[in-house]
Nanobody, 125 residues
Framework: QVRLLESGGGSVQAGGSLRLSCTVS????????MGWFRQAAGKEREGVAA???????SYGDAVKGRFTISKDTAQNTLYLEMNNLKPEDAAMYYC???????????????????WGKGTLVTISS
């Protein structure tokens, strides 16, 4: 069983930055698609960013140009660098990992197999 633990959430002013981290219990997870999702109160889950086994990123339209996903396999950690944060970015952010697919496909729609418990991001305007 893969365990994922997010950290780095908090409160930040609009226009500010945060970096989320996700430590992963099994290093081989980094061979597969991994990603970040978010869910705001009263809204559906939204795909934020994903990175495939070869390190190719993809982003949701709402965050393109502002967020960057990366991974450090030596540290077993997935990151999400968030810049120019907007009030609509406020949500619970979840780290996720696929069990076996090296490509991400329609990750934003299908989700992934393993999930963390989330870290909360709040934005003050």
């Amino acid at each position: 069983q893969v365990r994922l633990l997010e950290s780095g959430g908090g409160s930040v002013q609009a226009g500010g930055s945060l970096r989320l981290s996700c430590t992963v219990s099994i290093s081989t997870s980094f061979r597969y698609c991994m990603g970040w999702f978010r869910q705001a109160a009263g809204k559906e889950r939204e795909g934020v960013a994903a990175i495939d086994g070869d390190g190719r990123p993809s982003y949701g339209d709402a965050v393109k140009g502002r967020f960057t996903i990366s991974k450090d396999t030596a540290q077993n950690t997935l990151y999400l660098e968030m810049n120019n944060l907007k009030p609509e970015d406020a949500a619970m952010y979840y780290c996720a990992a696929d069990a076996s697919s090296t490509v991400c496909g329609a990750w934003w729609k299908n989700g992934l197999d393993y999930w963390g418990k989330g870290t909360l991001v709040t934005i003050s305007s």
